[in-house]
T-cell receptor
Framework: GDSVTQMEGPVTLSEEAFLTINCTYT??????LFWYVQYPGEGLQLLLK?????DKGSNKGFEATYRKETTSFHLEKGSVQVSDSAVYFCAPLFNAGGTSYGKLTFGQGTILTVHP | AAGVIQSPRHLIKEKRETATLKCYPI?????VYWYQQGPGQDPQFLISFYEKMQSDKGSIPDRFSAQQFSDYHSELNMSSLELGDSALYFCASSLGLTNREQYFGPGTRLTVT
């Protein structure tokens, strides 16, 4: 069945370090791919998206590329800031045979802590 | 810009009581989704509505029911509450079923004692 596997955390980095959070999926079709971020005590915010192979989503210095050959959508940022400390969720939107409408499947979440 | 509104933000109930959570989508959005996030867990899809009709159903207990009204707001009704129902309940909205971007509300934190 369709599933998503996200890099386990927590991840602790120093400010200006490089960030990678891995996300891979298994799907019978071609899902749309999303990264959501949850800051402490807040709701989920859409960070970036990609809807087809080789698309690159980007926002606030974060990037992720839809890799069909490796079924991956890894999140990267070249230089993290303390304000990036949050929980990050990879969330494919699977659509197998047109029977699923828009429900997101969330990865396990990765807690990122950035120290000054 | 207007966002998704959820009320109440916090709710404390006792076991076997009932609770009603409300969600007001972004203006013009016609699709609403409900997710449940247990402590330290990832959000799990419960149910969704498009144009006042149920469009998909996930792991929603039979004790829960939901509906979408003519003004597109939605309510999640929870009966016979159990301790395990304590969670953060998110509502999200989108414009149409084919628009894949879902915008989330701040959540309702339900505590069952």
């Amino acid at each position: 069945g369709d599933s998503v596997t996200q890099m386990e955390g927590p991840v602790t980095l120093s400010e200006e370090a490089f960030l990678t959070i891995n996300c891979t999926y298994t799907a019978t079709g071609y899902p749309s791919l999303f990264w959501y971020v949850q800051y402490p005590g807040e709701g989920l915010q859409l960070l970036l998206k990609a809807t087809k192979a080789d698309d690159k989503g980007s926002n606030k210095g974060f990037e992720a590329t839809y890799r069909k050959e490796t079924t991956s959508f890894h999140l990267e940022k070249g230089s993290v800031q303390v304000s990036d400390s949050a929980v990050y969720f990879c969330a494919p939107l699977f659509n197998a045979g047109g029977t699923s409408y828009g429900k997101l499947t969330f990865g396990q979440g990765t807690i990122l802590t950035v120290h000054p | 810009a207007a966002g998704v509104i959820q009320s109440p933000r916090h709710l404390i109930k006792e076991k076997r009581e009932t609770a009603t959570l409300k969600c007001y989508p972004i203006p013009r959005h016609d699709t609403v989704y409900w997710y449940q996030q247990g402590p330290g867990q990832d959000p799990q899809f419960l149910i969704s509505f498009y144009e006042k009709m149920q469009s998909d159903k996930g792991s929603i207990p039979d004790r829960f029911s939901a509906q979408q009204f003519s003004d597109y707001h939605s309510e999640l009704n929870m009966s016979s509450l159990e301790l395990g129902d304590s969670a953060l309940y998110f509502c999200a909205s989108s414009l149409g079923l084919t628009n894949r971007e879902q915008y989330f509300g701040p959540g309702t934190r339900l505590t069952v004692t």
